[in-house]
C-alpha cells in the first residue's frame, strides 16, 4: 500500500503510525457501509485512538470534525435516514424548522432517494435554517 505524500498544512497535526491509520479507516469504512464519509472518518479517529494511535503536531483550531460533532447531526425522529428516508440535519436546524417545513425537506430527500441520489438539494427554508445554525458565534 502506497501512503500519501502530500504536505500537510502548517497548523495540522498527523497521525504517528499510518499503517494503523489505514487499519483503522478500513475497518470504520467497512462497519460504515463501505463509504467514505465525514461520520466513517470520525468513527476511524476514535478506533485509531482506542488501539494507541497518536498524534504529532498540534490540532487545527478550525478542526471541522469537531465541529461537525458538537453539532448534533441527525433526522428529526432520531432513526437512521436510511431507514426512514427524513434529512440529516444539525439540531439546532432542525428546530428552526416547522413542522410542514420539515415534511417539505422530507419529501425532497425521499424523491432524491427514489432517483438515485445520494444528497438531495436543501429546500430554501432548510438552507436558511442551516446557514443560521451553523454560522459561527462571535
Excluded at 434529512?87 to 417545513?101: E, F, H, I, N
Aim: charged share 35%.
Amino acid at each position: 500500500m502506497v501512503m500519501s505524500t502530500k504536505k500537510k498544512k502548517s497548523g495540522t497535526s498527523t497521525k504517528s503510525n499510518p499503517k494503523l491509520w489505514a487499519q483503522a479507516k478500513a475497518e470504520a469504512k467497512r462497519r460504515m457501509g463501505g463509504k467514505h464519509s465525514a461520520r466513517a472518518m470520525q468513527l476511524a479517529v476514535k478506533i485509531y485512538k482506542k488501539r494507541g494511535g497518536r498524534y504529532k503536531g498540534k490540532k487545527s483550531s478550525s478542526n471541522k470534525l469537531k465541529k461537525w460533532s458538537k453539532q448534533d447531526w441527525g433526522t428529526s425522529s432520531g432513526k437512521k435516514s436510511s431507514e426512514t428516508g427524513e434529512r440529516y440535519l444539525p439540531r439546532a436546524a432542525r428546530k428552526l424548522l416547522t413542522k410542514s417545513q420539515r415534511a417539505a425537506g422530507n419529501r425532497a430527500k425521499r424523491k432524491a432517494t427514489r432517483a438515485g441520489k445520494q444528497r438531495a438539494k436543501y429546500t430554501p427554508a432548510e438552507r436558511k435554517a442551516f446557514i443560521r445554525a451553523t454560522r459561527r458565534k462571535s
